[in-house]
């Protein structure tokens, strides 16, 4: 598969996993955490995969998906009925695959810039500590390598870890941290306090680091696939929801991973 035909394929996963998840729960709506999720996957499609398919695709040719993905990012901004995003999603499987099937001998031909670069980048910019610096930068080979290898899940928790080390450094640098510690994102314990920093999740540094300007909404948004994916590390989680990370999960999140490092490393 090329890239444009990966992408297809990574969003008919996704779509799928994701009305898998929602099917699951016996609520009768839509709330919290939960559409969080279903907007990062809408963001997914918007942000990555159609951008693999603009070269070749014409906006008309897209036109009927982008409008189900349309509905689906609106309708996680409020409290929607379960059986809603159920019948969408299936409708989104449904015309994905019969796009990609279609498409075929378009999407064969088709040549397409590859993601990313996994180059090194400077950490020196947050850190100033040598060894966290070769810590990070080993992390993120390893990652790139474990992408590369099909190693899908290691390469996602590893993925989190990352993150946490790279937003970490970003607040431990600085020399008024008041901005941070006074974030309406910021973790509160029950009397209000802000925990310290060894206590924040994945989330909350993200959460943080968009409410202060460091990240875009767009990568704030579809973080939480990173987040939701990593905690897969747990084998009984991964039981319950009956999900695997696939190798092409594994690039996608990367992609994204990349780029919340990469604003957070800019001055």
Not at 165 to 184: N, S, W
């Amino acid at each position: 598969m090329n890239n444009a035909d990966e992408s297809i394929y990574a969003a008919i996963q996704e779509v799928q996993r994701l009305r898998t998840r929602t099917k699951k729960k016996k609520t009768l709506q839509v709330k919290g955490a939960e559409r969080d999720i279903i907007r990062a996957t809408a963001l997914a499609w918007f942000n990555n995969h159609r951008k693999q398919l603009t070269v070749v695709f014409t906006k008309s040719d897209l036109a009927d998906i982008d409008k189900l993905y349309q509905w689906t990012f609106q309708a996680s901004h409020k409290t929607t009925l379960r059986s809603s995003y159920v019948d969408v999603f299936k409708q989104i499987a449904d015309a994905l695959v019969e796009f990609r099937s279609s498409n075929v001998i378009r999407l064969s031909e088709a040549s397409f810039a590859p993601p990313t670069s996994d180059t090194l980048p400077d950490f020196s910019s947050i850190v100033s500590d040598d060894l966290m610096k070769k810590i990070l930068e080993d992390r993120w080979t390893e990652i790139a390598a474990c992408v590369t290898a099909k190693t899908p899940l290691a390469a996602t928790v590893m993925m989190g870890g990352l993150l946490e080390g790279v937003l970490y450094a970003r607040i431990d640098k600085l020399a008024d941290k008041k901005p941070v510690f006074t974030a309406a994102a910021a973790p509160k314990d029950k009397l209000g306090k802000t925990q310290p920093l060894r206590e924040w999740t994945l989330q909350n540094y993200i959460d943080v680091a968009h409410e202060i300007g460091w990240i875009t909404q767009t990568v704030h948004d579809i973080s939480d696939v990173v987040r939701d994916y990593r905690n897969y590390i747990h084998p009984h989680k991964q039981h319950s929801e009956k999900m695997f990370v696939s190798p092409e999960d594994a690039k996608i999140l990367w992609e994204i991973s990349k780029s919340i490092a990469r604003q957070t490393l800019t001055p």
